[in-house]
């Protein structure tokens, strides 16, 4: 946290949209978000902030092995911006998304927003922030490689099993 903390401090000297975190990459795992560093833009008292010279969603398993040898890194999905930042993200990479969320303004406070908030969420485009945003090469992104850890991202059961088997937790179901 404190390594979050060090970055969220560092964004209003920024002229970066966001600064994302990254993890050093293990293996050339193709279901993860990668990041390809670039140039060093400032330092923390962490380390570098560099900047995003591209960002890749879930690659194929020959793009993931490229990333991997060429020493990109993985994308945590945590990251520190300033709240104009991603509004302004929204409007540039999703314009339609922002159009329906913004038109809300109109019907806060009144006994409309409820009504206004439903119709907002049907009418709404679905989007991928990873995709849509953050591959958004209009978008200038900066990433600070946290330091040695173990991570990786939980987002299915089998990642969930497989930390927990390599941890030595064993709940009863997990047996079967």
Known sequence: MCHVADVARAVPRRSESMILLAAEATNPEPEY???EPGETVAWTARGPLRRVRRFMEKPSPAEADAL??????WNMFVFAARVSSLVDAGRTC???LHDRLSRMELFLGTQHELWAMRQACMLAPTAN???SVLQ???LS??????PALTWCDLGTPER???TWRRLGVAPAWLAS
Not at 68 to 73: S, W
Not at 141 to 146: D, E, K, N, P
């Open 129 to 131: 922030f990873s995709r």
């Open 68 to 73: 991997f040898h060429a020493g990109c890194l």
């Open 160 to 162: 969930v099993a497989r």
């Open 33 to 35: 978000g990668w990041i």
């Open 141 to 146: 992104l900066g990433v600070s490689a946290v």
């Open 94 to 96: 999703v314009p339609l």
């Open 136 to 138: 958004d090469t209009s």
